[in-house]
C-alpha cells in the first residue's frame, strides 16, 4: 500500500478504518465504529487514503501538530534509514542495524524469510525465534496480529507484503501475546505487553545485499504507546469517518428523542440538508408517505432492544425527491455495558434497487404469460374434448374458476341471433355453496349504475364490457329483497362479459367476476385473456354443435335403413343397434328379417367395411339387394354369391361380411329348418332348449366384395320350439385391448346362464349389460329370434 506525504514531510497513511469512529456526547468521534471488526485487507489503500482532509474536523484545531511521540518515531525511523544509507555500498548491515534506535529485522526477499532481527526486534520473540525462520512464523513468535487480533498469517499483513518487496510506509499492528513475557511477569507487564501497539515501516533494499547475494528488505518496528498512540489511531478513524462517501451519523440516546449529534459531510451530501438542520433532530425526517411503517416499526423494535439492524426504506431529500436509503444501525456500549450512542451508516441503493424491482416485475411478467398460455391450453383441451356444447360450456367454467375468475357463468343461445332465447348453461363459484347463488341472480350477475345488462348488450352483438368496479348495493336491486340479499352474499368487485363467437356468430356470453375484500381488480390485460378465451370457447361450442346437428342427421338415416321388426307367426324377435362412441355414430351394420313370398322368414345380418355416412349409404344399397334376391326365392348360398357379383362389378362397397339365412317349416311341419350361408361375418349362436349353446360355424366363405374365386354352400340345422337363435356383428366382441375369442366365450356363457329366455328383450338387455355395450368403439347390431 502506497503512502501519502503530509504537510511535514512524512508518509502518512491515509483512512484505514472499516466502518468510521463512534461518537462520544459532544458529537465528536470517539471510536466505536467497529474499528475491532477490521476484515480482510482492513488496512490496506482505499478511496480515502488520498482524500484531503482539514485537521480542524478531527477536533485537532487550526495548525495542530501530530499526535505526541509521533515525531520522534519519524527522527528514530529516519536515523534508521540513514544508517543504513550510509552501510548501503556493500558495508556489514547487521553492524549497522545492531546499534539502531529500534526493532530492526532484515527479510530475505527470494526466501521470504526473515534472516536477522537486533537485540529488539529479538525482545519480541522472547529470544526463542531461531533463524532464518518463515515471515509468518516469526509473526507468530512475536505474538503479532492486526488490530482486530486475528494472526499475521490470516491477513494481508505489512509484513507479509513487505516479503513481497512491497514498500510499507507505516501501519499499526498489536502484539497480542502476553503470556510471552513469561509466568514470572507482573500482571502489569502482562496487561501492557497485551495492549501494546507497533508502529511497522518497511521497504526493499535494492542496492543491497549480504554475504550470499541475497535480495534483502528492511522492517523497523516503533512502539506506540500512551495518549500519542491513541489519539494517532482516532485520528485515522475520524478521517476514515469524515472522507467517506458513505453516510455516517451518531444519535445520542440519553436525549429527547434519541437526536443526531454528529453527521459526516457524505450525509449532508446525500440528504440535501445541512448540519445546523439536521443536528439535534431525530433522523424520521427523512421519511415520506410511501415510507414502509412496517419497516419503520423493525428499527423502532431494535433501538429499544438494543440490538443491530439494517432495513432498506424510501426516504426524501430536502427537494422532496425520493431514494431508497439502506440503514445499518449500530448500539456503542461503554466499559460498563450501557449504550452511549447509535452509530449508522446510510447508503443510497436506488439503483440497486429498481434494477432488482424491474427484474422482480420482469420475472412475474413471464410467469404471468406462462400461466395465460397454460390457461389456454388447457381451456381449450377440456372444452375440444366434449361433443356437447353445455359440455364445452361446463369444462369451461370449471378451468378459469379460479385460475381468472372467483365466480364464472356461461350463457348460450338457443337460436343464434335472438338474444331472448339465451339460457345460462354452466356456472361455477370458488366456493360450491355460492354456486346457486349466481345462478339465480340472472341479469343482475353484472349489475351497473345505469341499469344497463353487460350480458343482455353482448349477446346482441355489442362489444365486450370491462367492469372494474361494481357497485355495492345497486339501484334496481333495492326493491328485490330476494335479489338483493344474494348479490350481497356474493359481494362482486369486478367484472369482465365477452361473447362466445364462431364463424361471425354470437353463440353466447362468458362472464368473469371476482369478490370482495381479495379479488383482483380487471384490467385491459384480464379483457384481452377473457377475449381469446371466449373465442376458443365458441370454436368448441359451435363445432358440437355442428356434430349435433351431423349426428342427428346420422341417426335419421340409420333408423331409415334399419327395418321395423314384423311380427311373423311362430316368432318372437328383437333387435338392438349400437351407435359406436367416436365418429358420427353411424355405419355399415345392419340386421333384416323378411317374411318371404313361399312362407319362409329371411334373416340377415351385416356389416359393410367403414364407419361413416359413406359406408352406411353401402349398407343401404347392400341390403336392398339381398332383399331383393331373397324375394326371388333364392337358397342362402346363391343370395350370397349374387351380392358377391354386384359388388365387384358395380363397385357398391369396398367389402363387407354377413350372414344369409332361411327359416322355414319342414314337410312335416314340426319344428323349423334354418339353411345359413357366412361370407366372413362372426358366426350365430343356437341355445338349445335344453340349455346348450352352439356356434353355428359351418360353411363359412370370404368376404363379399373379396373374390369370385371361392364356392360357396348352404348349411342347414334342424331347430325346435323353445331355441333361441342370436345373430350379432364383430362391433359386441372386438375392443382394442381385449381377445374376441374370449368374449365370443363370454357371449356363450352369458346365453347357456339364462334360465328364462321366452322374453327376447330381456335376453338382449342381458347380453348387452354384460358385454358392456356403453363403452364400445365400433357399431354393433344384436338380433335374438325366439322359435314358440
Known amino acids: 500500500m502506497t503512502g501519502r506525504t503530509n504537510g511535514d514531510g512524512h508518509t502518512d497513511e491515509g483512512a ?22 477490521v476484515g480482510d485487507g482492513a488496512w490496506r489503500g482505499s478511496a480515502v487514503e488520498t482524500a484531503a482532509v482539514d485537521p480542524s474536523s478531527f477536533g485537532v484545531g487550526d495548525g495542530a501538530s501530530a499526535p505526541a511521540g509521533m515525531a520522534d518515531m519519524a527522527d528514530e525511523a529516519a536515523a534508521v534509514r540513514d544508517g543504513l544509507a550510509l552501510d548501503a555500498g556493500g558495508g556489514d548491515l547487521p553492524q549497522v542495524l545492531h546499534t539502531a534506535p529500534a526493532a530492526v529485522a532484515l527479510i530475505d526477499l527470494d526466501a521470504g524469510t526473515v534472516t536477522y532481527a537486533n537485540g529488539s526486534a529479538q525482545d519480541l520473540t522472547g529470544g526463542k525465534a531461531s533463524l532464518p525462520l518463515d515471515i509468518d512464523a516469526w509473526s507468530e513468535a512475536a505474538g503479532l496480529t492486526d488490530l482486530s487480533g486475528r494472526p499475521m498469517r490470516d491477513t494481508a499483513s505489512p509484513l507479509s507484503r513487505v516479503a513481497q518487496g512491497m514498500p510499507v510506509s507505516g501501519e499499526p499492528v498489536a502484539v497480542a501475546d502476553a503470556a510471552r513475557r513469561g509466568s514470572e511477569a507482573t500482571a502489569e507487564e502482562r496487561e501492557e505487553a497485551e495492549g501494546r501497539l507497533l508502529w511497522v515501516t518497511g521497504f526493499p533494499l535494492s542496492e543491497a545485499e549480504d554475504d550470499e547475494r541475497r535480495r534483502l528488505a528492511l522492517v523497523v518496528f516503533l512502539q506506540l504507546s500512551g495518549a500519542g498512540a491513541q489519539r494517532h489511531l482516532e485520528m485515522m478513524r475520524d478521517r476514515a469517518v469524515v472522507a467517506t462517501e458513505l453516510s455516517f451519523t451518531i444519535s445520542d440516546p440519553d436525549r429527547a428523542q434519541n437526536p443526531l449529534v454528529w453527521v459526516n459531510p457524505a450525509f449532508t451530501r446525500l440528504t440535501g440538508y445541512d448540519l445546523d438542520e439536521v443536528l439535534g433532530r431525530n433522523c424520521r425526517f427523512l421519511q415520506g408517505p410511501n415510507t414502509d411503517p412496517t419497516s419503520i416499526a423493525r428499527i423502532r423494535s431494535a433501538l429499544a432492544d438494543e440490538r443491530p439492524i439494517t432495513e432498506v426504506l424510501l426516504n426524501y431529500r430536502r427537494d422532496g425527491t425520493a431514494f431508497w436509503n439502506q440503514v445499518s444501525i449500530s448500539p456503542v456500549f461503554d466499559g460498563g455495558g450501557r449504550v452511549v450512542n447509535f452509530v449508522g451508516v446510510q447508503a443510497d441503493v436506488t439503483e440497486r434497487v429498481m434494477v432488482e424491482n424491474e427484474r422482480r416485475a420482469a420475472l412475474a411478467a413471464a410467469e404471468e404469460t406462462r400461466e395465460q398460455l397454460r390457461l389456454l391450453t388447457d381451456s381449450t383441451a377440456a372444452m375440444t374434448a366434449s361433443l356437447d356444447s353445455g359440455g364445452a360450456a361446463r369444462a369451461l367454467a370449471r378451468i378459469v374458476v379460479p385460475a381468472l375468475a372467483d365466480y364464472c357463468c356461461v350463457d348460450l343461445l338457443e337460436e343464434v341471433g335472438d338474444p331472448s332465447s339465451a339460457h345460462r348453461v354452466a356456472v361455477n363459484h370458488r366456493d360450491d355453496a355460492k354456486t346457486d347463488t349466481v345462478g339465480a341472480l340472472g341479469r343482475w350477475i353484472t349489475p351497473t349504475e345505469d341499469g344497463d345488462d353487460p350480458v343482455d348488450r353482448v349477446l346482441a352483438g355489442g362489444a365486450p364490457s370491462l367492469l372494474p368496479e361494481l357497485p355495492v348495493r345497486p339501484d334496481g336491486l333495492r326493491d328485490d329483497g330476494d335479489l338483493l340479499e344474494r348479490y350481497e352474499q356474493l359481494r362482486p368487485r369486478s367484472a369482465i362479459v365477452v361473447p362466445l363467437r364462431a364463424r361471425g356468430q354470437v353463440l353466447g356470453a362468458l362472464t368473469l367476476g371476482t369478490e370482495l375484500p381479495y379479488g383482483r381488480r380487471y384490467s385491459q390485460r384480464d ?53 359406436a362412441t367416436d365418429g358420427a355414430q353411424v355405419g355399415g351394420d345392419w340386421y333384416d328379417l323378411l317374411p318371404l313370398p313361399d312362407g319362409a322368414v329371411g334373416i340377415a345380418v351385416g356389416d359393410v367395411v367403414g364407419h361413416d355416412l359413406r359406408a352406411a349409404a353401402a349398407m343401404g344399397e347392400l341390403r336392398g339387394v339381398l332383399r331383393s334376391y331373397a324375394w326371388e326365392g333364392l337358397g342362402p348360398d346363391a343370395v350370397i354369391d349374387r351380392c358377391n357379383d354386384l359388388v365387384q362389378g358395380m363397385h357398391m362397397a369396398a367389402m363387407a361380411t354377413a350372414v344369409f339365412g332361411r327359416l322355414e317349416r319342414p314337410a312335416d311341419g314340426e319344428g323349423w329348418i334354418l339353411g345359413y350361408c357366412n361370407a366372413g361375418h362372426p358366426p350365430p349362436l343356437l341355445r338349445r332348449n335344453d340349455g346348450s349353446v352352439e356356434l353355428l360355424t359351418g360353411n363359412l366363405s370370404p368376404l363379399i366384395g373379396a373374390t369370385r374365386a371361392a364356392e360357396r354352400d348352404c348349411t342347414e340345422v334342424l331347430l325346435q320350439a323353445g331355441d333361441l337363435l342370436v345373430l350379432h356383428t364383430d362391433g359386441l366382441i372386438e375392443a382394442p385391448g381385449l381377445d374376441p375369442d374370449e368374449r365370443t366365450d363370454l357371449l ?25 355395450a356403453e363403452g364400445l368403439r365400433d357399431d354393433a347390431v344384436l338380433l335374438a329370434i325366439r322359435l314358440s
Not at 16 to 34: E, F, M
Not at 551 to 568: C, D, I, K, N, Y
Open 16 to 37: 484505514v478504518a472499516s466502518a468510521g469512529a463512534a461518537g462520544g456526547r459532544d458529537g465528536t468521534a470517539t471510536g466505536g465504529l467497529g474499528i475491532d471488526d
Open 527 to 579: 379483457l384481452y385473456l377473457a377475449s381469446d378465451l371466449a373465442a376458443r370457447a365458441g370454436l368448441a361450442v359451435d363445432n358440437a354443435r355442428l356434430y349435433a346437428r351431423e349426428h342427428g342427421a346420422a341417426e335419421t338415416l340409420q333408423r331409415s335403413l334399419l327395418p321395423a321388426v314384423p311380427e311373423v307367426p311362430g316368432l318372437t324377435v328383437a333387435s338392438r343397434y349400437l351407435a
Open 748 to 772: 356363450v356363457r352369458t346365453l347357456a346362464e339364462q334360465d328364462d329366455v321366452d322374453d327376447a328383450d330381456a335376453i338382449c338387455d342381458r347380453i348387452l349389460e354384460v358385454m358392456g
